[in-house]
């Protein structure tokens, strides 16, 4: 059984659309976050939800808008997508945050271009 | 905030040692990770080791860590061509938000 998985693992748009990913957790954990990956393989965390509350938020743009409707689900909402959107976004989750054991499991990934 | 620098490439020969490299700035990270990343995947946690300690040995996997110097490496031993990927070093935040903070990542190949 996939322990995060994430829909769609591919998404191509038009620039100016609105397009949502959705995330889904099985291991029963209180926190979850998005990460955003671009071409160069640089990883930075987008944001993160712990029993469905928003904890971190960095700087980014309002056009993306997490959505936690449970504590196994943490969907991202992006409005008028822009080229620079395009990159590959990653779901995690961790059973307890701040714990020492506290591991961050990772989806496989959502490729988001943006023509 | 925390800056994780890795060398991006690094190219072996099968049956060899391979060293991954990481350096950080944020002394005060209580908890380092090494993840791999194979091609069209996410991210698998491989090791941790908690900045109390110098060394971690997991099987093939090795993890020094060098406070002084803020560096810490990861070693494999026998490196087989599937250990052919991506490595991440990430570090935890430690103030509240408790994020980890990426290297760029060190692509490994393994030449047979």
């Known amino acids: 059984d996939t322990a995060v998985s994430q829909t769609p693992k591919y998404l191509v748009t038009q620039m100016g659309n609105d397009k949502s990913i959705k995330c889904e957790q099985n291991?029963?954990?209180?926190?979850m976050y998005w990460y955003k990956q671009d071409s160069k393989k640089f990883l930075k965390i987008m944001f993160s939800?712990?029993?469905?509350?928003?904890?971190i938020n960095e700087t980014v743009p309002n056009r993306f808008s997490p959505k936690s409707p449970d504590k196994a689900h943490l969907n991202l909402h992006i409005n008028s997508l822009e080229l620079g959107d395009s990159a590959v976004y990653f779901c995690?989750?961790?059973?307890?945050?701040?714990?020492?054991?506290?591991?961050?499991?990772f989806g496989p990934g959502t490729r988001l271009t943006v023509l | 905030g925390e800056d994780v620098e890795q060398s991006l490439f690094l190219s072996v020969r099968e049956g060899d040692s391979s060293v991954i490299n990481c350096t950080y700035t944020?002394?005060?990270?209580?908890?380092l990770y090494w993840y791999k990343q194979e091609p069209g995947a996410g991210l698998q946690l491989l090791t941790y080791?908690?900045?109390?300690?110098d060394m971690k040995q997991d099987q093939r996997l090795t993890v020094l860590l060098n406070k002084k110097d803020k560096h810490l490496s990861l070693r494999i031993a026998d490196t087989q061509t599937g250990d052919s990927a991506i490595y991440f070093c990430?570090?935890?935040?430690?103030?509240?938000?408790?994020?980890?903070?990426f290297g760029s990542g060190t692509r490994l190949l393994v030449r047979p």
């Open positions: 939800y712990n029993n469905k509350e928003l904890i």
């Open positions: 291991l029963g954990h209180d926190t």
């Open positions: 080791i908690f900045s109390n300690m």
């Open positions: 990430a570090l935890r935040e430690t103030d509240s938000s408790y994020k980890l903070i």
């Open positions: 995690a989750s961790s059973q307890v945050l701040g714990q020492p054991t506290d591991t961050q499991y």
């Open positions: 944020d002394s005060s990270s209580t908890y």
